[in-house]
């Protein structure tokens, strides 16, 4: 069974600030992997994706993310955090070869104070 | 390009009902995909529809069920219902083969259901 962790489920940084969203992951398999935002009363938006190739993947509003097979992690970051960067964020994995079921963290709410 | 679409935005039922909660998929999609969100929590996968055909099922009992239909629209339905299925339910589309994965999925505003 396909298993994330998002480690704390609050951050704060001050503006300007690096990001940094923790994901791991529990799969035999290495899966697909994803981060999504989710701003307050809206659906779900992809921020970046890992599926095959190079492990460093860059996503939109200069979010990125490594795939690191040997720690099952797929941390999220960004080099200097900006007040519309508030919202929750979630990290997904989909099972290769199950079709495309995505299996979600509990979600990471990131504060960015001035 | 129209993106995914839900109806209605909020719901409120009282426990024992049956509710129906719908989906337009997004243009070209043909894969759906449907997920319950509590409050302070992740999407939890329900199930997901290929091609009019249910394609995996996460943990949840049978009074949740789903029906895709020719256009890829989708519906899901929920007999019975309990306290603790209020929830934003979230419908997802995208264009995937069967057992294939790793595409993005599209997700709609969702359905805010609350049971009293």
């Known amino acids: 069974a396909q298993s994330v962790t998002q480690l704390g489920s609050h951050v704060s940084v001050s503006e300007g600030a690096l990001v940094l969203l923790r994901c791991n992951y529990s799969s035999s398999v290495p899966p697909y992997l994803f981060w999504y935002v989710q701003y307050p009363n809206q659906g779900l938006q992809l921020l970046l994706k890992y599926t095959t190739g190079a492990t460093l993947v860059k996503g939109i509003n200069g979010f990125e993310a490594e795939f690191k097979k040997s720690e099952t992690s797929f941390h999220l970051t960004k080099p200097s955090a900006h007040m519309s960067d508030a919202a929750e964020y979630f990290c997904?994995?989909?099972?290769?070869?199950?079709?495309?079921?995505?299996?979600f963290g509990t979600g990471t709410s990131l504060t960015v104070i001035p | 390009e129209t993106g995914v679409t839900q109806s209605p935005t909020h719901l409120i039922k009282t426990r024992g009902q049956q509710v129906t909660l719908r989906c337009s998929s997004q243009s070209g999609h043909n894969t759906v995909s449907w997920y319950q969100q509590a409050l302070g929590q992740g999407p939890q996968f329900i199930f997901q529809y290929y091609r009019e055909e249910e394609n995996g099922r996460g943990n949840f009992p049978p009074r949740f069920s789903g029906l895709q239909f020719p256009n890829y629209s989708s519906e899901l339905n929920v007999n019975a219902l309990e306290l603790d299925d209020s929830a934003l339910y979230l419908c997802?589309?995208?264009?995937?083969?069967?057992?294939?994965?790793?595409?993005?999925?599209?997700f709609g505003p969702g359905t805010r259901l609350t049971v009293l």
């Open positions: 997904a994995v989909s099972p290769p070869n199950t079709g495309n079921q995505f299996y």
């Open positions: 997802a589309s995208s264009l995937s083969k069967r057992l294939a994965g790793g595409r993005e999925q599209f």
